[in-house]
């Protein structure tokens, strides 16, 4: 394996593995910036280490080993300089030793039992803005780029970086404890955490930049982590809208790409190898959801559309009028441009491509939409339906320069040219 080749792998692993590492480091140092050091010197030691000695046999591991000794290294470090040996029940905790007094009660009280949702509550932490915590929370433990996130909040780059910014010197200069919350003090930070695990399961499934369509592994970790919160707080309901919502879109993973990795877009999909034992367990989800009183919920609404999709046996059953009137529900508990986007795509498949246009084109003086790909990709697929070719050739064209992923650019172009030749 050459230098080139080396290098692309370990960026791979590291965007997977580095959320993992850092949730470790952060529970034994008690310190994300710590943290992020930590885990950049393990980067580096990977990069100075695997060319010379060969790739490890289980890569990742050796990278949280790496981890962990660092950390521990770093504990005693501080231990020896410092002299606090009230702190030496964190070096204790990882050889499995009884801790004393107040960090032996807190430790008690943590029933999270997953050290990345652990560091997930940990991360949104209440002294800061609702979305500095969910800027903050991706960035660190969801694996996701600056430009991922500020896609995601359809917002400028330099604005999230300097939101992320502020709230790492915000948690500092408040001396906030980068600690575990108590049982008690989850809800009031569960709201940023449903949304930082919506939004990682989200890059997964339709990922923003890459050369790839999706990105299975954040759609796992998400779904994994939705599973573990959902045993946490099985009184939540919006818990569960969230996990039947990545339930029902998961089970159609196996269907949204060929062989080489092209897109197979919704119509156009084999639902024989739509995951049917996935699709029961988000419904189950979903009607817990509601039996706790949770149909309402911005994350069940979204579970009710993926639903309508999962029961349609065919793309030309989908119950496209059920789907406007659900994304009409939405817009009243979540309004968004996003959400009347897509509202207007079911508009168009319920009423037809003329009805669509006027909601699409309202939408298009919207500054948060200027740079959003699917905005022009939804208006050329209206006009094309329409007869107007090269009208809609332009819009796939615009929308094929604003994505930033590979395979979405391909498939807009291709889009483009066949209006060119129709």
Same mark, same amino acid.
């Given at each position: ?120 509550? +940990? ?161 189950? +989800? ?16 979204? +579970? ?57 084109? +309202? ?60």
């Amino acid at each position: 394996m050459n230098a080139d080749d080396l290098h692309r792998r370990l960026d791979a692993l590291w965007r997977m593995e580095s959320p993992k590492l850092l949730a470790r480091l952060a529970r034994i140092t008690g310190n994300i910036d710590t943290a992020e050091e930590l885990a950049q010197d393990v980067l580096l030691a990977a990069l100075e280490r695997w060319p010379r000695e060969g790739v490890p046999d289980n890569p990742a591991a050796w990278l949280m080993t790496a981890a962990k000794h660092r950390g521990i290294d770093h504990v005693r470090q501080r231990l020896l300089h410092a002299r606090k040996q009230d702190e030496f029940g964190i070096e204790l905790t990882l050889h499995g030793a009884d801790m004393q007094g107040d960090d032996a009660q807190r430790y008690a009280d943590d029933d999270i039992g997953d050290d990345l949702l652990r560091l997930l509550f +940990a991360s949104c932490h209440p002294a800061l803005p609702m979305e500095s915590r969910v800027a903050l929370t991706l960035r660190m433990l969801g694996g996701l780029s600056t430009p991922e996130i500020a896609r995601a909040f359809l917002q400028q780059e330099a604005t999230v970086a300097q939101r992320i910014v502020r709230a790492k010197r915000t948690l500092a200069e408040k001396r906030v404890p980068f600690e575990v919350p108590r049982k008690a003090e989850l809800p009031e930070r569960l709201d940023a955490v449903l949304e930082v695990l919506y939004l990682v399961f989200n890059e997964g499934y339709a990922a923003t930049s890459g050369e790839d369509w999706m990105r299975p592994a954040l759609c796992e970790e998400a779904l994994r982590l939705g599973r573990v919160l959902a045993g946490l707080l099985p009184r939540e309901p919006e818990v569960f809208g969230l996990l039947a919502l990545m339930e029902l879109q998961a089970s159609r993973i196996p269907a949204r790409t060929r062989a080489d990795g092209a897109p197979i877009l919704l119509a156009e999909q084999n639902r024989a190898r739509w995951d049917r034992l996935q699709i029961q367990r988000g419904l189950q +989800a979903l009607e817990h959801a509601r039996r706790l009183g949770g149909a309402d919920g911005a994350y069940a609404l979204q +579970a009710a559309l993926a639903a309508c999709h999962a029961r349609a046996l065919r793309f030309e059953d989908t119950d496209w009028t059920g789907i406007a009137a659900l994304y009409a529900r939405l817009m009243r508990v979540a309004p968004s441009p996003v959400v009347e986007l897509n509202r207007a795509v079911a508009v168009g498949r319920a009423q037809g491509a003329a009805s669509a246009l006027p909601i699409v084109d +309202a939408l298009a003086v919207d500054a948060k939409l200027r740079d959003y790909a699917p905005l022009p990709a939804v208006r050329g697929d209206l006009l094309q339906q329409l007869g107007r070719l090269d009208e809609a050739r332009a819009e796939f064209a615009r929308a094929a320069s604003l994505t930033g992923n590979a395979r979405e650019r391909e498939t807009l172009l291709a889009r483009a040219a066949a209006c060119a030749c129709a």
